[in-house]
């Protein structure tokens, strides 16, 4: 099966894989973050 290469993705998929690689921690603090101030709202 045929690997797809970045250079056949959309610019779309291409900026989110090179943001996703490059802030891939950043991005899991912040979802850390939103889902326990999506916790607090729901509880209060």
Do not use: C, W, Y
Not at 17 to 37: N, W
Request: proline share 2%.
């Amino acid at each position: 099966m045929k690997k797809t290469s970045d250079a056949m993705l959309p610019d779309g998929e291409k900026l989110i894989k090179k943001i996703g690689l490059q802030h891939r921690r950043l991005g899991v603090r912040l979802a850390f973050t939103f889902s326990t101030i999506n916790s607090v709202f729901i509880q209060n």
